[in-house]
Structure formats: structure tokens, C-alpha cells
């Protein structure tokens, strides 16, 4: 399966961006959708997930700001940031976790900068 990640750019605090991660391949194995972020000297960190059964999980950070959410038919995993911070300043990656090998797949990631 290949992910590629867009959407990413410059906002302003307080304004909002939408990511789009769209999956192409065998779908099939699918389990959880995930979006990652890595800030400059700073390591990878899970920001939001969604199970197969369309539960969303956010880091703390991002909560209540951040919403994930997938379109089946679009093959597409989205990560809508709404009330955006300095500090959401990142390089955001997908990732896929399927059940059968490999179990993990990437995007090639997307840099969002927030700054006035």
C-alpha cells in the first residue's frame, strides 16, 4: 500500500488547514489510520487515530483542535487542524498499520508552519 500526504503550507495562529493523506493499493488489511508529526529537533510523535471501526484517538496537544476522519469511498484519511499553534509546527506523516506484511506503511510527509 502507498500513502501520499498534502495539504500542508503556512497559517497563520489561529487559522486552519486540512491534510489529506490518500491511500492507493490493497486496502484490505487496513486496521488503524494514523497521523504523525515531527517538529524541528524534536522526535516523531502520534498526533490522532482512527481504528477500522472509526473511533478517533488525539494526543492531549491536539484535542478538542484537531479532528481525524476517513472517506471510504475517497480512499482518503484527513486531519482537520482548526485554532493552529507556533507549535504545531511540523512535518505531518501518515501511517497505515495493517494486519498482514508490512504491517506498517508511511507517507512521504507534509510540513506545516505556523507563523505570522
Known amino acids: 500500500v502507498q500513502l501520499q500526504a498534502s495539504g500542508g503550507g503556512l497559517v497563520e495562529p489561529g487559522g486552519s488547514l486540512r491534510l489529506a493523506c490518500v491511500v492507493r493499493?490493497?486496502?484490505?488489511?487496513?486496521?488503524?489510520m494514523e497521523w504523525h508529526r515531527q517538529a524541528p529537533g524534536k522526535e516523531r510523535e502520534l498526533v490522532a487515530f482512527?481504528?477500522?471501526?472509526?473511533?478517533?484517538n488525539y494526543a492531549d496537544s491536539v484535542k478538542g483542535r484537531f479532528t481525524i476522519s476517513r472517506d471510504n469511498a475517497k480512499s482518503t484519511l484527513y486531519l482537520q487542524m482548526n485554532k493552529v499553534k507556533p507549535e504545531d509546527t511540523a512535518v505531518y506523516y501518515c501511517?497505515?498499520?495493517?494486519?498482514?506484511?508490512?504491517?506498517?506503511?508511511w507517507g512521504q510527509g507534509t510540513l506545516v508552519t505556523v507563523s505570522s
Open positions: 501511517r497505515a498499520i495493517r494486519s498482514a506484511i508490512p504491517f506498517y506503511s
Open positions: 482512527v481504528n477500522s471501526g472509526g473511533l478517533p
Open positions: 493499493g490493497d486496502r484490505s488489511n487496513i486496521k488503524v
